[in-house]
């Protein structure tokens, strides 16, 4: 496998605050990648500095070998999918799908319209009459039918009910098996995408704090509940990523466990749960600010 | 799909299950990995890995430019090994609850008894 998108060392500032923080990470070509984090973690920062929207303060990119910014060798085989994607209001659906093979060499006009029809977009109604949902079907069908070898979804679907939502999943997995490339998403609904991701890239406060595949990530934590005494013992000398209890009942989230450690929690009459990749990123992301402050 | 557990391996169990009870007969072909990743909306990457797990350990055979396939006499081997592991699995923390419970060794072969003839 080849890295296709290789970050090193890259920090973005504006004025005091370093929205991406020394952060380095490579991306492997044809695979899907979560990237996930709290508002405000720098999610979509890091996005336009992948697809050379903005400038980084220090370090370097590389996207397909090359730097991004202003570079149309890269940028053609790019999408970037936009949480609020501005359209001209008296354009149409219609206007912008044709207009799209002038961005996207790859574009398969066939295929848009079999997603026109799965998402039901009006194609002929004006912009500024579309339901926030329906523009978002917009840039989801501009994501899939670009087939741009590398693919950027940014909240791709904001207002898109669950049906709409369920659609884009299986039309992204269809394609990709069939069109292998590089798409890159970015949500907060990490239950409902969590199968989908090859890899994990969690941000917070402008740093790197999980970059993992996501097979190894599950079963990485797990919740033991029991009588507060027994779960003290066994968590004693353990990494405790939350803690919570009610009465006589605790229950503590722990890092991976080994086959002879979770029948020895059993013995003990411990109860084992697993946890959530997005259980997960709560609970490793909500440390509160003042932390951060005091730790920088 | 299990949460605790890595979905490679539960595809996997899914196709030996499939096996076991006769929905894959054996020398029949296997759904292709793009199929398994769209029926259970997973990463087709995945899909691969848990189909070559079965792979590895002769259950599948590929056959070049046409698919997967499942291998004579697969059944057998799986059955074997499940066996093996129903011990592990479910025979002790049956018993382990049943003495939670207060229910006896008798009891509870009574109670085999009467489910199988339930």
Redesign the interface.
Request: no cysteine.
């Given at each position: 496998m080849t890295a296709l998108i290789e970050v090193n060392n890259l920090t973005k500032r504006f004025g005091k605050l370093a929205a991406i923080n020394n952060v380095s990470f490579t991306v492997e070509e044809n695979?899907?990648h979560g990237l996930l984090g709290r508002n405000g973690a720098g999610k979509t920062t890091l996005m336009q500095l992948l697809t050379g929207q903005e400038f980084a303060t220090s370090g370097s990119i590389r996207v397909f070998g090359e730097s991004p910014v202003e570079n149309a060798r890269v940028l053609n085989k790019v999408c970037f999918v936009k949480e609020s994607q501005k359209y001209p209001e008296d354009f149409t659906a219609t206007h912008v799908f044709r207009s799209a093979p002038w961005f996207f060499p790859a574009w398969d006009a066939d295929y848009a319209q079999r997603l026109i029809a799965d998402f039901r977009l009006p194609v002929g109604r004006r912009i500024k009459k579309l339901s926030r949902g329906q523009l978002s079907s917009i840039g989801v069908i501009v994501g899939l039918a670009s087939r741009a070898p590398l693919t950027f979804f940014d909240e791709p679907y904001l207002g898109l009910d669950a049906v709409a939502r369920q659609i884009f999943?299986?039309r992204l997995?269809?394609d990709?098996?069939?069109h292998p490339r590089t798409v890159i998403l970015s949500t907060h609904l990490i239950d409902e995408v969590s199968?989908?991701?090859?890899n994990v890239l969690v941000l917070n406060d402008g740093e790197v704090i999980i970059d993992s595949d996501?097979?190894s990530l599950?079963?990485s934590a797990?919740t033991v509940v029991g009588k507060r005494s027994d779960v003290e013992a066994f968590a004693a000398h353990r990494e405790i990523l939350h803690r919570d209890g009610i009465g006589g009942i605790a229950t503590v989230t722990v890092a991976r466990l080994s086959d002879t450690e979770r029948s020895e929690a059993l013995a003990r009459g411990l109860e084992l749960?697993?946890?959530?990749l997005q259980q997960l990123i709560v609970q490793k992301t909500k440390a509160p600010s003042q932390e951060f402050e005091q730790s920088a | 799909m299990d949460e605790s557990r890595p979905i490679f391996v539960q595809i996997a169990e899914q196709i030996e299950n499939d096996i076991l009870s006769g929905t894959l007969p054996e020398e029949a072909q296997v759904p292709s990995t793009n199929e398994f990743a769209a029926f259970y909306r997973i990463n087709p990457a995945t899909a691969g890995k848990g189909v070559n797990l079965l792979v590895e350990a002769g259950i599948l055979y590929k056959k070049r430019g046409i698919g997967m396939f499942v291998t004579s006499g697969s059944r057998a081997r799986l059955v074997t090994q499940r066996r093996e592991e129903f011990h592990t699995e479910y025979l002790r923390p049956l018993v382990a609850e049943a003495a939670k419970l207060g229910i006896t060794q008798h009891q509870l072969a009574d109670m085999i008894r009467e489910e199988k003839s339930a």
């Open positions: 695979t899907i999943y299986d997995l269809e990709y098996a069939e199968d989908l991701l090859e996501a097979e599950r079963g797990t749960s697993p946890v959530s | -």
